[in-house]
């Protein structure tokens, strides 16, 4: 949902050095769909041993909610690291940290062609439209963190094509970033290239 390559996902969890596994999901899944897929793999999880499952959600109560009862049906508790952190002050740490992130993709509604594939800094914050949480946390963009004190080496990509898509809006959906009177919603994405 990001337009993030497998490939930069993958170097990601090598240079920090966590095991990982894809789950991999059709392109705009329905629910049901997307719940046969999770529970799959939730239940191998389960075998494995897994007990807890972690989620980097600042304060999204819904999304919490849907993600404890699904996860409460499979015997795992949920854990929520940065739950109700002040997003300014979680983006100034992660950059004082030496964490490096780059916006792979961006709402229309916020932000046009030339937003995705900057590389976010200290002046970030106060160039924001108003209304647009520092960590993107309503949707309205998402990036991809591409060094840090924890990785073994940086990622390196190139930026490559920045494209605009459009979505039919979901008439069931509550998010305030999707939600509108509009038929549609636009994302800018942008390619990096491993």
Same mark, same amino acid.
């Given at each position: 949902?990001?337009? *993030?390559?497998?490939?930069?996902?993958?170097?990601?969890? +090598?240079?920090?050095?966590? /095991?990982? %596994? *894809?789950? $991999?999901? !059709?392109?705009? !899944? %329905?629910?049901?769909?997307?719940?046969?897929?999770?529970?799959?793999?939730?239940?191998?999880?389960?075998?494995?041993?897994?007990?807890?499952?972690? @989620?980097?959600?600042?304060?999204?109560?819904?999304?919490?909610?849907?993600?404890?009862? *699904? *996860?409460?049906?499979?015997?795992?508790?949920?854990?929520?690291?940065?739950?109700?952190?002040?997003?300014?002050?979680?983006?100034?740490?992660?950059?004082?940290? #030496?964490?490096?992130?780059?916006?792979?993709?961006? +709402?229309?509604?916020?932000? +046009?062609?030339? =937003?995705?594939?900057?590389?976010?800094?200290?002046?970030?914050?106060?160039?924001?439209?108003?209304?647009?949480? /520092?960590?993107?946390?309503?949707? $309205? =963009?998402?990036? =991809?963190? @591409?060094?840090? !004190?924890? =990785?073994?080496? !940086?990622?390196? @990509?190139?930026? #490559?094509?920045?494209?605009?898509?459009?979505?039919?809006? &979901?008439?069931?959906?509550?998010? &305030?970033?999707?939600? %509108?009177?509009?038929?549609?919603?636009?994302?800018?994405?942008?390619?990096?290239?491993?």
């Amino acid at each position: 949902m990001h337009g *993030l390559r497998k490939e930069l996902l993958v170097a990601q969890t +090598n240079a920090i050095g966590i /095991p990982a %596994s *894809l789950i $991999e999901l !059709p392109e705009m !899944p %329905s629910m049901a769909v997307y719940e046969k897929i999770m529970n799959k793999t939730v239940s191998g999880l389960k075998q494995e041993g897994f007990t807890y499952a972690a @989620f980097g959600d600042i304060f999204l109560e819904d999304l919490r909610d849907y993600r404890d009862k *699904l *996860l409460a049906t499979k015997n795992l508790s949920t854990i929520y690291p940065l739950w109700k952190r002040d997003t300014k002050e979680l983006l100034t740490e992660f950059l004082n940290l #030496g964490f490096k992130t780059i916006i792979v993709c961006a +709402n229309s509604k916020y932000f +046009n062609e030339d =937003f995705v594939g900057t590389v976010i800094d200290k002046d970030f914050i106060k160039n924001l439209p108003k209304g647009v949480d /520092p960590c993107g946390e309503n949707g $309205e =963009f998402h990036t =991809f963190c @591409f060094d840090g !004190p924890i =990785f073994k080496k !940086p990622i390196e @990509f190139s930026i #490559g094509e920045k494209v605009y898509r459009e979505y039919k809006s &979901p008439k069931t959906n509550d998010d &305030p970033i999707c939600k %509108s009177d509009d038929e549609k919603y636009g994302v800018w994405y942008c390619d990096l290239i491993p």
